[in-house]
């Protein structure tokens, strides 16, 4: 059993950056694979990005956010960030947390889910 945190959302410009930090406390943090969802309005919940259990965790990425997102984590601070860089309007939404026992891009693959934070970009 495990409790998220998410932090770091904000109001960014087109083009800027914002790095997302995920807060793990009541499991063994280190055995979750973890992901990030963003959720816009009128639009279903999305996957966005994911990494295993190894301290050199395989990573994964929607298409969409490939090659300007970051996922990674510190087992040591029981924490997985999302480096966000070369935002879009498109990235505007709730971006939520979520552990699993194996890492996989859908909502079914995650047990345990952060309560999100907002992410809004202007243009």
């Known amino acids: 059993q495990v409790q998220l945190v998410e932090s770091g959302g904000g109001l960014v410009q087109v083009g800027g950056s914002l790095r997302l930090s995920c807060a793990a406390s009541?499991?063994?943090?280190?055995?979750?694979?973890m992901a990030w969802f963003r959720q816009a309005p009128g639009k279903e919940r999305e996957f966005v990005a994911s990494i295993s259990t190894g301290s050199g965790g395989r990573t994964y990425y929607a298409n969409s956010v490939k090659g300007r997102f970051t996922i990674s984590r510190d087992n040591a601070k029981n924490t997985v960030f999302l480096q966000m860089n070369s935002l879009k309007p498109e990235d505007t939404a709730l971006y939520s947390c979520a552990a699993g026992w194996v890492v996989g891009t859908s909502v079914g693959s995650y047990d345990n889910w952060g309560q999100g934070t907002q992410v809004t970009v202007s243009s």
């Open positions: 009541g499991g063994t943090f280190s055995s979750y694979a």
